[in-house]
């Protein structure tokens, strides 16, 4: 078993990694926004010695990366250098849970070696993180596992995200009102995604990138169909028909890599992960 250095612990897939890795035996050592900013060199070297890095502390949400971008690049890429410098100093392995970047697709399912895209600020602060990995692999040898979640949803995810969003719209019992109803996503459970991180843990070989969804996709009506037949709601749902400058209208992973390299497969259907979600709400 490993001694595993997670930052951004206490983060939506923080919260629910340190316990798994706990329960899988390895020793979580649980790094917190109050331990200091990633992207300076003196919150690292205050940090013991481990095994494996996982380093899932970053800004997340697109719309803020417009209004700074300059954050999201010193915290996402910045952040990065000084976990892979980190790697360097103790030998230790890095997990780096970078992002969907594909933009509009050309083929489906979409497979790791298809062009990336990086349609804002968010998308090119983990672009660049990613070509930093592979370039700290090349040169000094870490060992780098890559992975790319899809659209990840689940207990502990902020409001500003789609499918809480519906999930607390439904609680008002008046209406569901969403910009566009069709866009479609691949749905990842975050229990997949958790588990998906747990085995890339113990995988030791190179540089690798694995994406990590579902394998399937819904459209935002049909997850809104789902989560009401989940709760039991049937209210009204409307949209303001206003489509996104560069929608993505469709977005399936192709999971066979990471099935063939670490064993994984998503264990959640999108009905599934809304019920699991649903009994712990």
Known sequence: MSRVLVTGASGFIGRHL????????????????????????TTWKGLPAADVVVHLAAKSFVPDSWESPGRFLRTNLTGTVEALEYCRAHGARLVFPSSYMYGD?????????SDLVAKNPYALSKKLAEEVC??????????????????????????????????SQLRTRKEVRVRDLE???????????????????????????????????HSVAELIQT????????????????????????????????EQLLGWKPRFTLRQGLEDLHAVL
């Open 18 to 41: 340190v316990p798994r890795l706990g329960a899988e035996g390895h020793e979580a050592i649980a790094i917190h926004h109050a331990s200091g900013d990633v992207a300076e060199p």
């Open 105 to 113: 697709a050309v083929r489906q399912p979409i497979s790791e070696g």
């Open 134 to 167: 592979h370039f700290f692999a090349d040169q000094f040898g870490i060992n780098i596992t890559i992975l790319r979640p899809f659209n990840i949803y689940g207990l502990g995810q902020s409001e500003t995200f789609l499918v809480p969003t519906i999930i």
């Open 183 to 217: 866009p479609r996503r691949d749905y990842v459970y975050v229990l997949d995604v958790v588990d998906a991180i747990t085995r890339a843990v113990g995988y030791e070989r190179g540089c690798e990138v694995l994406n990590i969804g579902s394998g399937t996709s």
């Open 227 to 258: 989560i009401q037949q989940v709760w039991g709601t049937d209210v009204p749902v409307r949209s303001d028909g206003v489509r996104r400058k560069d929608e993505i209208m469709d977005s399936v992973a192709d999971v066979s890599r990471a």
